[in-house]
């Protein structure tokens, strides 16, 4: 009996032994599969910050972040409008998404000169049909190195076409972009599966996908409408309505990465989740700036931001993204121009401030921030300093809405 009784007492803490044993076992695998990521690159050589100046479309809290963003598109952006993604290795090529930013990065703080030699690379490098390529080199041609062309950067180019209005010099690029939108619609009114910004291949329709789409579309509409070609506007608006009310079927209300297939319900009382693909960071864009505001996108948006920070303090791109606790600076900063586009200064700077403080030594805004709070990947990377070019504009004046 005595036995027994000091087996009982033992045993609570021979279980608790063997659950954190399993538990360290289990992070140390984690570490091993997922080690942390260090710098690359630090900064375009000969890269240097230009001098304070004044802007109404910038603000003094942070002037130099946005000045050492400003002055890494300079470097990035070469003389013939061929705007990299990083200096080095596989990110010195041009992705139509991140050339698009860079564009609009440019027309909202009033320079339209290297916006058009942006828009002026993408316009040599056009589909006459067909998807975008993933990516091109500086001097034009397709990358070919496996990766399937990408639907999304239809939708980007639209957007940075219509943001700084240049319709009527781009209107070939316009009409059959949008037009193969249209084209990838099927009878459920969506598009089929398709590499996003994650770069790989997929099996499922992602939201990474969809919202790009949709910005695309509202887009070339106002772009048709500006220029008095109403045939063109209500082929596209329709297109548009079929997309939008789908995605709104499919993927709502809470948008996750992929459809929602099913429907969890926690407790009585409470709001059902949708199960999908998890969170995904790309949510942002079914909102402001991207899209007109909706309190169902709002919520949703706060929520994925939410669930997709890091202990560190930023951004994973997705719930489904590898469980490493690094974060990426493109996600971060996307949710700060959300932020700011829908009103929350204080969402918005506090991911700005952060964004600031994790630079890296030379002042160029880093790929990733690894677990050590240590800047990582490359540096500089065009996407994120546009996207901290735009949020800190739309803190001073409100960007317009397609």
């Known amino acids: 009996m005595r ?38 690159a630090d900064g375009v050589p000969g890269d240097t910050a230009p001098a304070h100046t004044s ?35 596989p990110w010195r090529y041009v992705w139509p998404r991140d050339a698009s930013f860079v564009a609009v990065a440019r ?19 056009r589909p006459s049909t067909g998807r975008w390529q993933a990516r091109y080199t500086d001097a ?29 010099r781009y209107w070939d690029l316009v009409e059959e972009s949008a037009d193969q939108i249209l084209s990838e619609l099927g009878p459920d009114g969506l598009p089929a599966p398709s590499p996003d910004y994650w770069e790989r291949s997929e099996k499922e329709l992602t939201i990474g996908t969809v919202a790009p789409l949709l910005t695309g579309l509202r887009s070339a509409v106002r772009i048709a409408t500006e220029e008095k070609r109403p045939v063109e ?15 709104d079927r499919v993927f709502g209300p809470d948008y996750p990465r992929t459809p929602a297939r099913a429907r969890s319900f926690v407790e009585p009382g409470v709001e059902p989740i949708s199960v999908g693909g ?34 560190n303090g930023g951004v994973t791109p997705g719930e489904s993204w590898r469980a490493d606790g690094v974060s990426w600076t493109p996600q971060t900063a996307l949710f700060a121009l959300s932020a700011a586009a829908r009103g929350d200064r204080s ?27 240590e800047p990582a990947g490359e540096a500089p990377l065009a996407w994120t300093a546009a996207l901290v070019v735009l949020a800190d504009t739309a803190l001073q004046n409100p960007l317009p809405v397609p």
Request: charged share 20%; hydrophobic share 45%.
């Open 278 to 311: 998890g969170a995904d960071a790309f949510v942002a864009v079914l909102g402001p700036p991207f899209a007109p505001d909706r309190p169902v996108v709002s919520t949703a948006i706060n929520q994925a931001h939410a669930v997709l920070t890091q202990p």
């Open 55 to 89: 802007s109404s479309l910038r603000s003094d809290k942070y002037d130099e972040l946005v000045r050492h963003a400003l002055a890494d598109l300079d470097a990035l952006t070469l003389p013939n409008g061929a705007t990299l993604a990083g200096w080095d290795g």
């Open 107 to 125: 027309c909202a703080i009033g320079q339209y000169d290297q916006a058009l030699d942006v828009l002026s690379f993408l316009d040599r490098v």
């Open 140 to 168: 034009g041609r397709h990358v070919d190195d496996g990766r399937e062309p990408q639907l999304d950067a239809s939708g980007w180019v639209l957007w940075a076409t219509w943001f700084c209005r240049f319709g009527k």
């Open 3 to 40: 036995e027994s009784h000091r087996r009982d007492r033992w045993f609570p803490y021979v279980v608790i032994a063997l659950l954190l044993a399993i538990l360290a076992a289990g992070t140390a695998t984690n570490l091993v599969r997922n080690p942390q990521p260090r710098l690359v």
């Open 233 to 247: 506007a209500t082929r596209w608006r329709e297109g548009l309505d079929k997309l939008s009310a789908a995605t």
């Open 347 to 373: 969402g918005a700077e506090a991911l700005l401030s952060w964004l600031d403080q994790h630079r890296t030594s030379s002042g160029a805004l880093p790929e990733k921030v690894n677990r050590d709070l």
